[in-house]
């Protein structure tokens, strides 16, 4: 599913038009990652929580040439499914 599937999908389930679903599944995504940016976590009950983790600085070996190389610390946006989605998909 991409995210025009999505928007129809929304707009059928919840009787919005498509550029109402549109809207509305932007906005969702705009404030996730805001919160993000900022540091917070988004918990959503019963699907699940959106987080931020870093993952450190560390030395890596280039495969072509073998030579060691430096890999910069990153932040990464982080999934963990609710225990009702988990359930939901079983």
Do not use: C, H, Y
């Not at 549109?22 to 929580?49: P, R, S």
């Not at 030395?59 to 946006?77: C, Y």
């Amino acid at each position: 599913m991409n995210k025009t599937d999505l928007t129809n999908a929304i707009a059928a389930k919840a009787g919005l038009t498509k550029a109402d679903a549109k809207k509305a599944l932007e906005a969702t995504i705009e404030a996730i990652t805001e919160a993000l940016k900022a540091g917070e976590k988004v918990a959503l009950i019963g699907f699940g929580t959106f987080a931020v983790s870093e993952r450190g600085a560390r030395t890596g070996i280039n495969p072509q040439n073998k030579a060691v190389i430096n890999i910069a610390a990153k932040k990464l946006a982080k999934f963990k499914a609710g225990a009702e989605l988990d359930a939901a998909i079983q």
